[in-house]
């Protein structure tokens, strides 16, 4: 490599500033430049907000770059980094994974400096722009074959302190669910890499990833409510309304009984919607085989009383695919 990880200007200088983190070019492709926008108004709370880290989830680049138009003036305090488009390749490509590579960019993390592109950029990530802040928010959605309403997620963290200033600072976006998912403990997420450095990390989620008017001003307006909650605007936080109500409830999941998954290929026709309460051998849906004209469907159906956060919207799935996932009320 020619040079290492860089930004063209300083995030210490007062006010608003432009420029980009340059992640050096290997031998899989040129140097890349990020686009970074800084608003610093001296001392406060230090935030991190990205989106983009995955090429097919394009809510996240768009509400990033609308906080870039209200938030200078709005922001009161503190020192806000914002970076609509982590993954530029893969943006471009509106892949989840980085076209070039093939890697997933939460995956990664904390990079490597002589790594392939994907790696590169966490490793640029970690080394420049984690440190600076105390909390990240991470923009996502959860891809195009799924609804899933907009939603904070964290994982389960061993720090029981940092855990609780996670789930409340997950709460304080007011969307209408706050998600602690049993996720697996995945070497390589961003969260982890932050949590690990005691940071406050949530993941946002929009939803089945279609953009649309009504869903970005949902994200945005979850989004104002947590700056709110920072201390970095002022203004009074509002749920924002989801299917004509506004109300939020904070779920958690248990592994593996929560992971509905498919039980032979074919085409699944969900049979609930996302948010629905089920009881126990509730339809949640049906996979139809479309390989043998002798072979009977499968329903697929709740192992417990549970609240369905996330199921296929439609789709020809493969053996072990995910056909839903379901929750329950934290306890906390």
Not at 24 to 45: H, I, Q, R
Not at 217 to 237: M, P, Q, T, W
Request: proline letters at 9%; glycine letters at 10%.
């Amino acid at each position: 490599m020619s040079e290492a990880p860089h930004l063209t200007f300083d995030l210490d200088k007062p006010g608003i500033s432009k420029g980009h983190l340059v992640v050096p070019k290997g031998a899989d492709c040129e140097a890349l430049s990020l686009p970074v926008f800084s608003l610093n108004k001296g001392d406060g709370p230090r935030l991190l907000i990205t989106g983009g880290c995955h090429g097919n989830e394009l809510e996240g680049p768009l509400v990033a770059r609308r906080l870039v138009e209200w938030l200078p003036e709005a922001q009161t305090c503190g020192r806000v980094i914002i970076v609509p488009v982590l993954n530029p390749p893969a943006v471009q490509a509106f892949t989840r994974n980085t076209p070039i590579d093939g890697l997933n960019l939460n995956r990664v993390f904390p990079g490597r400096a002589n790594g392939s592109v994907t790696e590169r950029i966490a490793d640029a990530v970690s080394r420049l722009l984690l440190p600076t802040a105390d909390t990240v928010f991470d923009l996502h959605s959860f891809g195009p074959t799924w609804d899933f309403p907009p939603s904070t997620t964290t994982h389960p963290i061993s720090d029981p302190a940092l855990m609780a200033k996670t789930i409340g600072m997950a709460e304080a976006f007011k969307l209408p669910m706050t998600l602690v998912w049993d996720h697996p403990d995945t070497p390589g997420m961003f969260d982890i890499s932050a949590h690990n450095k005691g940071k406050v990390f949530v993941c946002a989620e929009l939803g089945g990833g279609t953009v649309g008017a009504e869903s970005l001003a949902i994200y945005e307006a979850g989004v104002r409510n947590a700056l709110i909650s920072l201390g970095l605007i002022e203004g009074k936080a509002e749920y924002p309304m989801f299917r004509q109500r506004k109300s939020s409830q904070t779920l958690q999941t248990r592994r593996p009984a929560d992971e509905l998954k498919s039980p032979a290929r074919g085409i699944f026709e969900p049979r609930c919607s996302m948010l629905d309460e089920v009881k126990q051998g509730d339809l949640i849906g049906i996979l139809h085989p479309m390989d043998s004209s002798s072979a009977d469907s499968n329903d697929v159906r709740s192992p417990g009383p549970s609240i369905v956060c996330g199921i296929r919207s439609g789709g020809y799935v493969e053996v072990d695919e995910w056909l839903a996932l379901l929750a329950r009320p934290l306890n906390r």
